[in-house]
């Protein structure tokens, strides 16, 4: 048997309080390194009316994410969620990954699909960071319209290469065409209509030039058998070519000139040739056109008219001069798009032939998936000098031959139109096609 003296206990007592003083303040003192880099790490609070999203992935570094995509919310509940994202690896052992992202609730529909390349997992530094990329490029349609959306922006890394790489030469050196035909035709036992139209236009547009040629032709026939035995035939042509060239001066300012050569049997316009000079000022910077333009614009020149037959002031053929003022205005907003103008014609060797042309039009998205839509126009006449000479026939009036005379023209309309279900489906069908 060991006898202890209580000297001994108490000194043991002692080194063990010191050992554990000392181990607690080791334990303070790593406690006091390792928080503050715990902290560091740890994902920034999402901000308010972050974008809420559900992740579906096996392999995906969560926290990673989640400290790189601060301006959205990951949640775990499905019914919070407004975005669901499912990461899919590629169908082999190589390939690209996808990302597929599926709105909910106002944005149900918008679904999108955005692919990346990794090599290997998910596990790589490298692959995190590309995922994390991606995965921003994907949420930031939706991300726009929630409240984090006023801090969100756009960066773009610039290549670092010791030679700036050569633009892309253009083939067509910029020029666009297009051309266009259509032809129409029904009958029954009494009538047959016939009807064909062509278009085509050759278009340039830089920064500094603009410049357009349109080409168009049109011809509508209709024959009709009358209880009589009589047969009426009528026919309605016009054709044109037309020219624009610009070339901007200043952020507001522009030049051009415009010319056409034209024809029309119902205005009966054998020929009619053009050539107007004109300037232009935009009152908002020409690099604004795609949401705002309120524009003045002046065009002055000759006008040669051939008719097809004589006109109400016994003329077969005449030259004026007129000049143009157009205002146009044009706005595109986050509510829609509205548009309008306010043409005036004028001849100057006859200042009482006029034309006044008044026309607009509205878009307005009222709920997701609803537009309405307006628009109207109203021509004050008071040019009506090309007017073939004579009384028209019954036939020549019923059918559209032959313009008449008149103080005004208008025409409106309006409508709407809604879309929903899944306005975000991208398959192609091609079966039963009409």
Excluded at 372 to 400: H, M
Aim: proline share 4%; aromatic share 10%.
């Amino acid at each position: 048997m060991t006898v202890v003296s209580p000297a001994a206990c108490g000194r043991r007592d002692e080194g063990l309080s010191r050992l554990l003083r000392a181990g607690a303040l080791l334990v303070v003192g790593l406690l006091g390194v390792i928080a503050p880099a715990f902290a560091q790490t740890a994902a920034p609070a999402p901000p308010p009316e972050a974008l809420r999203v559900l992740l579906h992935c096996l392999d995906c570094d969560t926290a990673f994410l989640k400290s790189n995509i601060t301006f959205a919310e990951f949640v775990t509940d499905a019914a919070t969620a407004e975005v669901d994202v499912t990461v899919s690896p590629p169908a082999g052992t190589a390939g690209e990954w996808r990302l597929a992202f599926a709105g909910r609730g106002r944005f149900a529909g918008r679904d999108r699909s955005v692919p990346f390349s990794v090599a290997g997992g998910l596990a790589t530094e490298e692959a995190r960071r590309e995922l994390a990329r991606c995965l921003k490029l994907g949420l930031a349609e939706y991300a726009v319209e929630t409240g984090a959306g006023r801090q969100l922006d756009v960066t773009f890394k610039k290549l670092d290469t010791d030679k700036p790489a050569a633009a892309a030469k253009d083939p067509w050196n910029y020029w666009v065409f297009r051309v266009g035909m259509d032809s129409y035709g029904n009958g029954e036992q009494s009538n047959v209509s016939r009807s064909f139209y062509f278009n085509g236009s050759a278009n340039r547009t830089t920064e500094n030039w603009k410049i357009r040629t349109g080409v168009s032709r049109s011809l509508r026939k209709d024959t009709f058998d009358l209880e009589d035995g009589e047969t009426v035939k009528s026919s309605v042509s016009d054709w044109s070519v037309d020219s624009l060239i610009v070339k901007s001066v200043t952020g507001h300012f522009s030049i051009g000139m415009t010319a056409s050569v034209s024809g029309s049997s119902f205005s009966n316009e054998e020929r009619v040739i053009q050539f107007a000079p004109g300037v232009e000022y935009d009152i908002f910077p020409y690099s604004e056109s795609t949401k705002r333009s309120l524009t003045i614009q002046y065009t002055a020149g000759p006008a040669y008219y051939n008719y097809e037959t004589i006109t109400i002031f016994d003329k077969l053929t005449e030259t004026i001069a007129k000049h143009t003022l157009n205002t146009s205005l044009g706005l595109s907003q986050p509510w829609g798009q509205a548009n309008g103008s306010a043409v005036f014609t004028q001849q100057l060797s006859s200042p009482d032939r006029t034309r006044l042309t008044v026309s607009g039009g509205i878009s307005v998205r009222l709920l997701k998936g609803l537009t309405v839509n307006s628009s109207g126009r109203y021509e004050r006449i008071r040019d009506q000098f090309t007017l073939e000479k004579g009384l028209a026939s019954e036939e020549e009036v019923l059918l559209r031959q032959r313009q008449l005379a008149t103080g005004y023209r208008y025409s409106f309309s309006i409508g709407f139109s809604y879309s929903f279900g899944a306005l975000g489906n991208q398959t192609v069908n091609p079966r039963f096609s009409l």
